[in-house]
């Protein structure tokens, strides 16, 4: 069974830094793009970055040159590096994997999903 378990999240002040990593398991994961997506209350679900089994990486215009996708296929692990963090990055983050060399800026595109895990950015 396919199963994708988030960690790192946390309390932050604005100008900090997080690592979220997800470790999946379950799938054959060199073979599946991996994308990160956050929601805030009230909010849709959110693409944020993207990481595909080609080997490109992709990012929503507000974190571009903040955060940082990177995924290590040894470890079947993906990573999201934030820097720069501001109270509009608060949100449950979640990993999502796609079994498509190709990545979707849509949550409908993912077939898995982690829990989640809370990011707050205090001001």
């Known amino acids: 069974q396919v199963q994708l378990v988030e960690s790192g999240g946390g309390l932050v002040q604005a100008g900090g830094s997080l690592r979220l990593s997800c470790a999946a398991s379950g799938l054959t994961f060199s073979s599946y793009s991996m994308g990160w997506f956050r929601q805030a209350p009230g909010k849709e679900r959110e693409f944020v970055a993207a990481f595909t089994s080609r080997g490109n990486t992709y990012y929503t215009d507000s974190v571009k040159g903040r955060f940082t996708i990177s995924r290590d296929n040894a470890k079947n692990t993906v990573y999201l590096q934030m820097n720069v963090l501001t109270p509009e990055d608060t949100a449950v983050y979640y990993c999502?994997?796609?079994?498509?060399?190709?990545?979707?800026?849509?949550?409908?595109?993912?077939?898995?999903w982690g829990q989640g895990t809370q990011v707050t950015v205090s001001s």
């Open positions: 999502a994997a796609r079994p498509n060399e190709y990545y979707s800026r849509r949550y409908q595109g993912y077939d898995y």
